[in-house]
Nanobody, 119 residues
Framework: QVQLVESGGGLVQTGGSLRLSCAAS????????MGWYRQAPGKQRELVAT???????NYADSVKGRFTISRDNAKNTVYLQMNSLKPEDTAVYYC?????????????WGQGTQVTVSS
């Protein structure tokens, strides 16, 4: 079994910064892509950013230039540095990982962490 545990969410004012972390644990042989998604009240979950095992990144247009995704493969951890936060960034942020356990490959989600940006 694999678990993803997020941390780092909270309340911040417009223009502020937060750093999210997501650590994967359990039976892990390798992790392919990792990413962050978010879901605001009344809206569908949307992609924020992804990063491949080799470090290639992809961002939603709405966060380009403000958010940076990174990962530490030795720690099975992915980060999301969020700068210049806006009220529209308010959402529950979910970590996602494509994990190979040695005999199966499966997509896992974290439990989510709340990010609230006040105006």
């Amino acid at each position: 079994q694999v678990q993803l545990v997020e941390s780092g969410g909270g309340l911040v004012q417009t223009g502020g910064s937060l750093r999210l972390s997501c650590a994967a644990s359990g039976t892990i042989f390798s992790i392919n892509a990792m990413g962050w998604y978010r879901q605001a009240p009344g809206k569908q979950r949307e992609l924020v950013a992804t990063i491949s095992s080799g470090g290639s990144t992809n961002y939603a247009d709405s966060v380009k230039g403000r958010f940076t995704i990174s990962r530490d493969n030795a720690k099975n951890t992915v980060y999301l540095q969020m700068n210049s936060l806006k009220p529209e960034d308010t959402a529950v942020y979910y970590c996602n990982a494509d994990v190979y356990t040695g005999w199966t490959r499966k997509n896992y989600w974290g439990q989510g962490t709340q990010v609230t940006v006040s105006s």
